[in-house]
């Protein structure tokens, strides 16, 4: 891939890396709702329902098209304050809601509906260290989970836009995942990683350090130009992650 995004061969490679994400916010960036700009449209993490307004309100206004070409709906994670609009906004638009496959296998395994190799697997791989699963899957996430259709893996495709890919990103929960776009270079990380004024992106901390020794592995080995973090400004820079601070 080419790593300097000025020296572009043709007018089709300037398409392939044109940046798609718009950022529905408050002036403040407080909490921030993502809408991914392409011929059917993907809103990353609803928010509230004010979010959903401004939501509204900005493709009326700023790109005219009508919230009915939304085709997707992503949850980085499962927090109430990424989720609480997205009953509001499938009233409008009627589209399906993705969120980790991390959060189903862990909301079953608390029901003990899978099978006991499978939670020695997911003990294995998600549930290692002091962290505790019944702490992060309050019984407050039941609500949450009614609400996801599609469950999405680790480096797979979005439904309908293959060019966004699925980065599993445990730490601030172990269901948190990235959304990246290898062509864009376009790295959406909801709470894995804030911006604050001022300071270096920080990557949320975790209980369980091996998997947020991991998470930073990943999220360094990707080329990311343009990061669009959950909480805080985005960042439109070259290597953003380079000098970022770990929340031990
Ligand atoms: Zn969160």
Aim: with cysteine.
């Amino acid at each position: 891939m080419n790593s300097d995004y000025t020296d572009y061969s043709s007018d089709r490679e300037r398409m392939l890396h044109a940046r798609r994400v718009h950022t529905i916010t408050d002036r403040f960036s407080m909490a921030n709702t993502y809408l991914i700009n392409e011929e059917r449209m993907v809103v990353v993490d609803p928010g509230t329902e004010l979010n959903v307004r401004q939501l509204q309100s900005y493709l009326q206004h700023f790109l005219h098209r009508p919230l009915q070409q939304i085709d997707l709906i992503v949850l980085t994670h499962l927090h109430p304050d990424h989720t609480s609009g997205v009953e509001m906004l499938r009233s409008i638009c009627d589209a399906p809601v993705a969120a980790s496959a991390v959060a189903r296998n862990l909301i079953m395994q608390q029901r003990g509906e899978l099978h006991s190799s499978s939670i020695a697997h997911l003990a294995e791989h998600i549930l290692t260290g002091p962290l505790q699963h019944v702490d992060l899957f309050p019984p407050v996430y039941e609500r949450q989970y009614k609400l996801v259709d599609i469950w999405l893996e680790d480096v797979e495709g979005l439904p309908g836009h293959p060019e966004w890919r699925v980065i599993s990103s445990p730490g601030h929960t172990p269901d948190s995942l990235c959304l990246y776009n290898p062509f864009s270079q376009e790295l959406l990380c909801g709470d894995t990683v804030i911006t604050i004024q001022g300071g270096a992106p920080l990557l949320r901390g975790s209980a369980n350090r091996r998997q947020l020794h991991e998470t930073l592995r990943v999220l360094r080995s990707l080329q990311v130009h343009y990061l669009y973090p959950g909480h805080g400004r985005p960042i439109l820079a070259l290597h953003p992650l380079t000098n970022i601070d770990v929340e031990w």
